[in-house]
């Protein structure tokens, strides 16, 4: 192993903003909070556990003029709209952190994060229960957005979207079947039979995802454009899906359809983005562990790209122009909803972290040597930026910490709740609160919003900006796995 130098270690360490006056963390507490968040994203009819109580149940009938049962699932942000492209992506990542990370939760949060795993495969083995076909959405977006009322009271279309051998999309396909791989390595020990059936549903709709290849948002552009497009196309969702299939099953076919397609769907492709779109760099990481375990040597290249990904990340040693940070030491990509960036780049570095010291390796930066414990001190950087250690001295999870955002664009969380107000908010009653200067009435814990959107750290903590005030589910979903292994190694 190349030794790193001195030189380059504090490099690393300054640029990456980490200091002996680093605010101390509760991270057990922020694990705890950020699985909670989950249950106010749900759809559907509620169990008697739930614990956040101003929810109720909502779109009991989804999909019933259709037919099927798509009831239950997440609503992905503040809106009420089953999106299942980043559903999925919220399960899979869900699946990741416990796989990665599970061993370092209590016994209560991998409860918890279980139950959470489950509430979004049990709807997505609903989405996939008519062969040949995948159900993508439910809600009709531009009428939802245009409403401001709560998920108890929606009276909008709950239009039912799909995808099948006339209307390809393999992007969302291929990422549920992810989704339903991950999820069966998830329950293998603790539910067998469920695990066994998230498994053979995967196997099928991966079939289908390659067999009729396409782009879903080219099939169903005029409803899942602009909020969920794949502007990356579907063939990272193919390997993606490959990927962990292998992975659940060990199976050589998926091996070799990797091998095979490794330069057809793109695998090198430089790009520095990992989240519901783009799964480039998650497939580089994934499959580089089998590397780094020595099992599949002939998959070299995938960590060659890993390493390239990686350190384009890394403070001090990435000149990559898409890679810049904050002055209060923020990882920051252009676009909206920066915590998304944040959450998911930052878990490819701990996990990748992982992956190198069971191998007592490194990552070759040019003429920089970047150690395992450096690219955790990387990742930890983040994950405390978002718990308050920022200029703002602002947590940017709800209900965490003293100083945190207490007007996030959610419809639920913003407006009062049926207990409160049992009375129906139509789809324009709601538009004062929406407008508001005051709290939101319902706490929304464990949200991370999307926070600063521009490289100054400013956040302005005002509804209307959705772009920064609004919590996502696949924000929060690599951050369980984050918080996981901060929880039990606080000092990273």
């Known amino acids: 192993m190349t030794p790193t130098s001195p030189s380059a270690i504090a490099v690393l360490v300054i640029l990456s903003g980490v200091s002996a006056a680093s605010i101390r963390h509760d991270y057990s507490d922020a694990l705890h909070k950020s699985i909670l968040f989950f249950e106010g994203q749900r759809s ?10 101003w929810r109720r149940d909502s779109a009991l009938h989804d999909g019933a003029l259709d037919g099927v049962d798509l009831t239950g699932g997440y609503y992905d942000a503040g809106d009420n709209v089953k999106f299942g492209f980043p559903m999925a992506f919220t399960a899979t990542l869900l699946s990741w952190s416990v796989i990665d990370f599970g061993r370092a939760m209590t016994a209560s949060h991998l409860a918890d994060a279980h139950d959470a795993v489950r509430w979004a495969t049990d709807y997505l083995l609903k989405a996939t229960a008519v062969p040949g076909v995948v159900y993508v959405q439910v809600g009709d977006a531009f009428l939802d957005h245009s409403c401001w009322e709560r998920p108890e009271d929606m009276d909008t279309p709950r239009t039912v979207y799909k995808v099948d051998s006339s209307q390809p999309g393999s992007d969302v396909a291929g990422e549920t079947a992810a989704a339903l791989a991950a999820a069966a390595i998830v329950f293998r020990v603790r539910d067998p039979e469920y695990s066994g059936r998230l498994l053979r549903r995967a196997v099928e709709v991966f079939e289908f995802a390659d067999r009729h290849r396409g782009a879903y948002s080219a099939s169903l552009h005029d409803a899942v454009c602009p909020c969920y497009c794949d502007f990356s196309g579907y063939k990272d969702e193919l390997l993606w899906g490959a990927a962990w ?3 659940a099953t060990r199976r050589r076919l998926y091996r070799e359809y990797i091998k095979r397609n490794e330069a057809v769907l793109g695998a090198g492709d430089t790009v520095q983005e990992f989240g519901w779109d783009n799964k480039h760099a998650g497939i580089n990481v994934l499959i580089s562990k089998e590397v780094l375990m020595g099992k599949n040597e002939y998959l070299q290249s995938f960590k ?135 709290p939101n009435p319902n706490l929304l814990v464990g949200a991370v919003v ?43």
């Open 44 to 53: 559907g009819r509620l169990p008697p556990s739930q614990r956040l109580s």
């Open 245 to 247: 299939l292998h992975k």
């Open 304 to 438: 060659q790209n890993a390493d390239e990904f990686i350190c384009s990340l890394l403070p001090g040693a990435s000149t990559h122009p898409e890679i810049r940070y904050s002055p209060g030491g923020l990882l920051f990509k252009e676009g909206g909803s920066n915590m998304q960036h944040v959450t998911s780049l930052s878990f490819l570095l701990l996990a990748y972290s992982n992956y190198l010291s069971h191998a007592d390796g490194h990552v070759p930066c040019g003429a920089i040597s970047a150690s395992p414990a450096e690219l955790r001190r990387a990742a930890k950087r983040q994950v405390d930026y978002i718990l308050g250690d920022n200029p703002l001295g602002m947590s940017y999870m709800v209900g965490y910490g003293e100083k945190y955002p207490r007007r996030i664009h959610h419809r639920g969380s913003s407006l009062p709740s049926v207990e409160a107000h049992p009375g129906r908010f139509g789809c324009k009653t709601g538009s004062s609160y929406y407008l508001s200067h005051n």
């Open 450 to 492: 999307g926070g600063p959107s521009n490289i100054s750290d400013v956040f302005p903590d005002a509804r209307p900006i959705f772009q920064q005030s609004e919590p996502t589910t696949y924000i929060n979903a690599p951050l369980v796995g984050l918080l996981a292994f901060f929880s039990a190694h606080p000092n990273g």
